[in-house]
């Protein structure tokens, strides 16, 4: 049973990791890998140098610090109230709603998305009507994190939930049994039961995200973004994107992508070092 998932990060995780050896040299398709001419760390070198490198890095991690302070607690808020509904109907019709827009693709979801901010869609419908002016949402660069940010959340909340249900589902319900024996009330056994029983799982999650700091998925970036809103939308995966399929630039792309993946893996050592020296909690 382990044996195909075994054989997936194999082929599709660890094999390619020989292909970024081509961050230290002049690349060319021709050539060939070992053909093209060793240049050491002079792609690195351009990129740290590079006009741009101050926008790309800005812009991940203020994408990831929003995800953070407002899409890390939603799921765990969410769990929290829908394992406090008794209504079985209520709190299934609930759950359904919020798990749908995961299943929707990406590019539905900004389709959406872009329908809903356009100049004549239902946001500015609704401003019009309470006596303002319309907004171009999605030309205005300032407005571009929240939207971004806002989107994941309605897409991705209640999927995200799922797992703290399931941890909440594990806790002893005789703990809550022998609190209310004791005469506690929903917010002590909030703060003595149910958070302490799902902390682990927080931990573990908050690490994980913490790992991926750097990261930010250029699908939804690239449907999102245009010119005119580059200062605040371009990151380092779309930055990759173009210069490594557009301009073809292949080693400097996978020296950006190098640098990215080895600043995620050094954040995540860290906040597992942290958490296991502050909570003992700990991916390993």
Do not use: C
Not at 144 to 156: A, D, E, R
Not at 184 to 206: C, D, E
Request: charged share 10%; proline share 5%; net charge positive.
């Amino acid at each position: 049973m382990l044996l195909p998932v075994v054989l997936y990060y194999l082929l599709f995780h660890y094999v390619p990791m020989f292909g970024a050896v081509i961050a230290f040299k002049d690349y060319t398709p021709g050539r060939g890998i070992m053909g093209s001419p060793w240049v050491g760390f002079s792609n690195f070198t351009d990129f740290f140098q590079s006009v741009y490198l101050w926008r790309l890095v800005r812009n991940t991690i203020t994408i990831n610090l929003y995800e953070l302070i407002f899409g890390f607690p939603a799921p765990i808020i969410l769990a929290l109230m829908l394992n406090e509904v008794r209504v079985r109907i209520f709190k299934s019709a609930v759950q359904t709603i919020t798990y749908l827009p995961h299943f929707i693709s990406v590019v539905i979801a900004v389709g959406i998305v872009l329908d809903f901010f356009s100049t004549d869609g239902i946001i500015n419908a609704l401003v019009v009507a309470m006596g303002g002016k319309p907004i171009s949402f999605m030309t205005e660069s300032s407005l571009f994190y929240p939207i971004f940010v806002g989107s994941n959340l309605w897409q991705h909340l209640g999927w995200r939930s799922i797992i703290y249900l399931a941890a909440l589902s594990a806790i002893n319900p005789s703990l809550y049994e022998a609190a209310n024996v004791d005469g506690a009330g929903r917010w002590a056994k909030l703060k003595h039961i149910t958070l302490p029983g799902i902390m682990p799982i927080i931990v573990i999650m908050l690490i994980l995200q913490i790992g991926n700091m750097m990261s930010v998925g250029f699908e939804k970036v690239m449907l999102m973004y245009n010119p005119s809103i580059y200062e605040t939308a371009d990151v380092i995966s779309t930055f990759v994107y173009r210069k490594g399929l557009q301009d073809m630039n292949f080693s400097y792309s996978t020296a950006v992508g190098l640098i990215n993946s080895a600043i995620n893996f050094t954040l995540l050592i860290f906040a597992n070092t942290i958490s296991r020296r502050v909570s003992e909690n700990s991916l390993w």
